[in-house]
């Protein structure tokens, strides 16, 4: 084409734009020139089509009005009893199930009354009444008839004394915990004159943790929404673009909401709290980074082509493969935890999985519709116009990359060895598990209750063991109980307001002396099983508090060992699917493993030397390796799609620097929100969600700032076009630049799907 011809073409598009600008939302007055008929073919026009686009709001807007009064009783599905969290087949949760032959669950509250110095005979009568008034208590599953005590402290009769009233623990029990404690501290009171009241035991400290997860939605939901509203306004300076993402994301949650409601009533999927509150985050986290990518896109689009429409079907065309093969990863990653042991963690990842597929069918379909709808008006005020300059190539990014290319295989070397070097703080980890006193990060009632309890009676007070057995071999199974070391000699007996016996079996409880949720304690439940499973014909089985810990803790073991290695395997056979290559996925899974290292190490330095937490819950490991490596592959896929793009038209080294210049402002700004929204969890008061927030924030930010950016990058660009092996593009001559014809393809490209 002539140059005078070729300006003309240009003017008349800068013109027809123009018209658009003034009237961006009327369809008929667009005046913008139609696509040809051949470009209207493919998927992404059935998102983005001049007519399409309504057709999918339309029923985007009927599936959330449907939608959203099903998402909001979500909380009232969800399982937080010991069955949900403990391993299915575990020796504890037999126990559990056999003992609701006996009577229904139960959780016993300790009411304490100290007070130094002595009991009063005033304060012995006050608690002989309150426990008058304990017994006509039958409301919120308070078993009232069934209160025992009061029991006075043997190591100083006159200083202390606690009751024990028991609370069901039926489907409903988690959502009342906290109102029958609170029943019974209205009977009590919080003590006066110098007696001190205190609220403890299982059902003390059941209440405080109910009451840390009362309304865990909301807050995630709006502390999650806060950080993507912030760095919306950061990544994109508009103040009516982030509307466009954040109404998307926020269908999302209440539809992915409302599936898992459903699923949970009809078809026996588990959701608990901690399920519920990661799935907030990971939509909004997932959701928000999949928006970004996607308008990066279409705002290079939208320089080349006067059509939005148009502009946008390249852009799903162009970056949807890797947006599907991101969240294809994540989706996969999650699943993979079907096959843990632990029934809270199997439960996460179809919870998860449901939420991040909902998120990415939001981001493709009723994201793009509404941005088209809209215009190039919802970009004010740095509208992009087309024909105008792409930043990318003189921008900041730009600048790194030739950086790092001219010393690539120096600048991975030491990277590489940083991180190593950080991993070294693994070495303060310890993921051994919280007691409860250490799972909150602040102190409540029933923590400090059980410390002024652990000095006036036996630690493992109104925690018991709970022991099946056969009733013919019941005595020799007692003995053997009180024969063991940390068990209290005289506290062996039947569970009161229990059946006596049960198809030939008998329900005990025996206290330790040892804190119920103590390491000496789960060293008590090893050696009650030892001691009980060699009497013959007992078949007895030792369940409770202390042995659900201990059983939780071999499982997660197991989930440690079985689900890393799984969850790496999927990603690398997702990565070579979608790069065709076998050395990129080899290079790519092992800069994530170096980055979760990294992160690891320096969480657990911070956990211990700045934020002096007691250690880390057996399970953190798994879960920071399968968000991080899940979420973080995110923006290696995003980066690695983009080069061989680059690669295919220009070679690879080339399209190393070109890939990360367009990409790399975009990765940054999703890196942050993912970031942001994942620290969100430590606006809970609870020590595991606050150290998960941490690391898996801490993780994206290594991942986005320094693998991604400074590790692949230079990784690439030392080994040139062999990171696509077995891929014929891996003999491509890495320095050879493209051709005119290339250059005019990629200044004009044709949509085509």
């Known amino acids: 084409m002539p140059d005078a011809q070729r300006d003309a073409s240009k003017d008349a598009s800068k013109a027809a734009n123009t018209d658009s600008e003034r009237d961006p939302g009327t369809a008929g007055s667009t005046g913008e020139a139609p696509p040809a008929a051949g470009q209207r073919r493919g998927v992404a026009w059935l998102v983005c089509g001049r007519r399409s686009k309504w057709v999918v709001l339309v029923l985007w807007l009927v599936a959330i009005v449907l939608m959203s009064p099903l998402a909001q009783k979500l909380t009232d599905a969800q399982d937080n009893d010991n069955a949900s969290w403990l391993p299915g087949d575990a020796e504890s949760t037999q126990v559990l199930e056999l003992a609701e032959d006996f009577r229904p669950e139960q959780l016993p509250a300790v009411v304490l009354y100290v007070r130094d110095g002595g009991l009063t005979e005033a304060d012995k009568a006050k608690i002989a009444e309150d426990v008058a008034a304990f017994k006509k208590l039958t409301d919120h599953g308070i078993r009232g008839t069934e209160t025992q005590g009061p029991f006075e402290s043997e190591k100083d009769p006159a200083a202390a004394a606690q009751v024990f009233v028991p609370i069901t623990m039926d489907e409903k029990g988690w959502e009342r915990i906290a109102p029958a404690v609170d ?37 995630l939901l709006f502390a999650a929404m ?206 051994e598990g919280l007691s409860n006193a250490d799972a909150f990060t602040d102190t409540p009632d029933s923590i400090v209750g059980q410390q002024v309890l652990e000095e006036h009676f036996a630690a493992g007070s109104g925690d018991p063991l709970y022991i099946v057995a056969s ?49 000496e304690a789960k060293d008590t439940v090893e050696r009650v099983r030892d001691a009980v499973h060699a009497i013959p ?17 071999e499982a997660t073991t197991h989930d440690n060992v079985l689900i890393i290695p799984l969850v790496l395997l999927v990603v690398f056979l997702v990565l070579i699917v979608l790069l065709r290559a076998l050395i990129a996925p080899l290079l790519l899974i092992a800069t994530v493993v170096l980055s979760f290292a990294a992160a690891l190490g320096i969480s657990a330095l911070a956990f211990r030397y ?35 793009e680059e690669a295919l038209r220009k070679g690879t080294r080339p399209g190393v620097l070109t890939g990360l210049s367009a990409t790399g402002a975009v990765i940054t700004s999703a890196g942050l929100v993912l970031a942001g929204t994942f620290a969100a969890l430590a606006t809970l008061p609870m020590v595991a969600f606050a150290e998960i927030g941490f690391a898996v924030a801490l993780g994206v930010l290594l991942d986005t700032f320094v693998v991604r950016s400074v590790l692949v990058t230079s990784l690439f660009l030392d080994v040139g076009g062999k990171v696509w092996w077995p891929h014929p593009l891996a003999k491509e001559d890495p320095g050879r630049v493209p051709s005119p014809r290339a250059e005019s393809a990629s200044a004009e490209p044709a949509v085509r799907d």
Do not use: C
């Open 183 to 219: 029943s019974l501290r209205e009977v009590a009171g919080d003590g006066s004159g110098g007696l001190k009241v205190y609220m403890t035991g299982p059902g003390g400290t059941s209440a405080d943790f109910s009451e840390a997860f009362e309304g865990i939605d909301s807050t």
């Open 226 to 431: 806060g950080v993507v509203i912030v760095m919306l306004l950061i990544t994109y300076r508009s103040p009516s673009l982030l509307l466009v993402p954040l109404l998307s994301v926020v269908g999302a949650l209440f539809t992915a909401q409302a599936i898992i409601y459903l699923l949970a009533e009809n078809a026996g999927l588990t959701v608990n709290g901690q399920s519920a509150g990661i799935l907030t985050v990971l939509v909004f986290g997932a959701g928000t980074d999949y928006a970004l990518l996607l308008v990066a896109r279409y705002r290079e689009e939208l320089h080349r082509h006067a059509d939005r429409h148009e502009a946008m079907a390249l852009a799903l065309h162009r970056a949807g493969p890797a947006v599907l093969a991101s969240g294809a990863t994540v989706m996969l990653g999650m699943l993979v935890l079907l096959f843990a042991e632990m029934n809270s963690t199997s439960g996460l990842g179809p919870v998860a999985a449901i939420g991040v597929a909902v998120a990415l069918l939001a981001m493709l379909t009723l994201f793009p519709a509404l941005l088209v709808i809209f215009g190039r008006w919802i970009f004010w005020p740095v509208i992009p116009h087309y024909d105008t300059a792409e930043p990318t190539e003189t921008g900041l990014w730009a600048r790194i990359g030739r950086r790092i290319a001219i010393r690539p295989r120096a600048i991975w070397a030491a990277t590489a060895i940083v991180l190593a070097a950080l991993s070294l703080g693994l070495m303060q980890l310890r993921a």
């Open 610 to 644: 700045l934020f002096d937490y007691a250690g880390e819950t057996t399970d953190f490991p798994l879960f920071v390796f399968v968000f991080l490596v899940a979420l973080g592959i995110d923006y290696n896929i995003f980066l690695t799609t983009r080069i061989r």
């Open 537 to 553: 014909d007992a078949d007895a089985k030792v369940g409770g508090n202390t042995a659900a810990l201990l059983d939780m803790d």
């Open 471 to 519: 009733a013919a071999q019941g005595e020799a199974v007692g003995r053997a109980i009180a024969d063991t070391d940390g068990v209290v000699d005289q506290s062996i007996r039947p569970v009161a307001g229990a059946k006596a016996e049960h198809d030939g079996r008998i329900l005990l409880e025996a206290t330790m002396d040892s804190p119920s949720d103590s390491a």
